[in-house]
């Protein structure tokens, strides 16, 4: 045997066991897209973190079923930590199940367990940060609808205020999503599916600044550590990834300019009463890893959109928009601060982990 192939058999050898779980939602869909002439199958409710560890670990995947038969769940080799990537409560409540059980069994670290993430439901998240310093979280309920006029009566019932965002659950991305402005704009309701599927209702708080742009960061917090993912403005209110960077296209450099100055300020510190936000939230959510979507107000408060673990926020790079240095530079911090999670977990162990 060679020396190089010396190096590296101690290179894999030295590498920790790490089981990732990914799950189907619990109608078992699926897509399946093309991509460099290569069939794949892309399956949502994940925090889609493998790709980018897997090179630090010995690491394999498990898919979890989401129907309600019985499957026999092979796991391989025994795991020394397993990362649970099922992510979305709405969606996923078998899967979540499921990666319980073989939590519970397999007796070793759990990063994310499926037990705390089914706990992340927006209504769930909205009870526990009420009151919490530092953090501005509008009420959400949740309730099944049938007929537009029956959103009224919902907020009549629970003391909701107008405008109101009302949203199936399940849904991202700005879908299935409508705000109705008064008890007499119901009209938006119309193009949503009211099939008594259940719906969040939160009120909606306007964020729109003197210039009369809408901003949105997304916040991830790794074991407590809060990382800028992004800083998106747009003219319209239901501000997403996408649209945002086709805005700043459209616009010239000065909206790229605000998020690499955002970047540049909160890149290792923040106002000291967003600190406090972040302890809080991490400590009600009780999750190793998830996402904050959130306005930041002068006052260093941040006005909550969305707090859970299914955010994709090591997405890949989209060739169609300019390659920024200071993204580029947080996802790899990212990525090496989840290494550093992991590593952490391994409780007592001590391994050298470079890809």
């Not at 953090?135 to 309730?143: F, H, K, S, Y």
């Not at 996408?242 to 790229?256: C, D, F, I, N, P």
Request: proline share 6%.
């Amino acid at each position: 045997m060679s020396s190089g192939q010396d190096l590296q058999l101690a290179s894999s050898l030295s590498k920790p066991q790490v089981l990732f779980l990914y799950g189907l939602p619990d109608d078992n869909d699926a897509k399946i897209v093309i991509r460099n002439g290569r069939r794949e199958m892309v399956v949502m409710g994940s925090s889609n973190v493998y790709p980018s560890l897997s090179p630090y670990f010995k690491a394999h995947e498990v898919l979890l079923m989401g129907d309600a038969e019985e499957h026999e769940i092979r796991l391989g080799p025994r795991p020394q930590l397993v990362f649970n990537q099922i992510s979305d409560p709405d969606t996923h409540t078998i899967s979540l199940q499921r990666a319980d059980m073989i939590c519970q069994q397999a007796g070793v670290p759990i990063i994310n367990p499926p037990r705390l993430v089914a706990g992340t439901r927006r209504e769930v998240i909205a009870a526990k940060l009420q009151g919490k310093p530092g953090l501005i979280v509008p009420q959400t309920i949740r309730r099944p609808l049938s007929y537009p006029r029956q959103a009224v009566e919902y907020a009549e019932q629970s003391g909701l205020r107008f405008p109101l965002l009302v949203r199936r659950c399940g849904a991202h991305g700005g879908k299935q999503l409508a705000k109705l402005d008064s008890a007499d704009d119901l009209d938006g309701l119309h193009a949503l599916a009211l099939d008594g599927s259940d719906f969040y209702f939160t009120e909606y708080v306007d964020c729109r600044g003197e210039d009369g742009m809408y901003r949105k960061c997304r916040i991830a917090l790794v074991d407590g550590r809060p990382l800028l993912i992004h800083w998106l403005l747009h003219e319209e209110w239901n501000v997403h990834t996408v649209m945002a960077r086709e805005y700043a296209l459209a616009k010239g450099g000065s909206l790229a300019e605000e998020e690499a100055q955002a970047f540049e300020r909160y890149g290792s510190d923040w106002p000291e009463r967003t600190k406090i936000a972040f302890h809080h939230a991490w400590q009600a959510v009780g999750l190793d890893y998830f996402g904050m979507d959130c306005f930041l107000n002068q006052a260093g408060d941040l006005l909550i959109f969305e707090i859970n673990a299914n955010m994709n926020m090591l997405p890949p790079q989209r060739n169609r928009f300019p390659r920024q240095e200071f993204r580029v530079r947080r996802r790899e911090e990212l990525t090496q601060a989840l290494v550093a999670l992991v590593q952490s977990r391994l409780a007592g162990s001590s391994f050298s982990l470079t890809p």
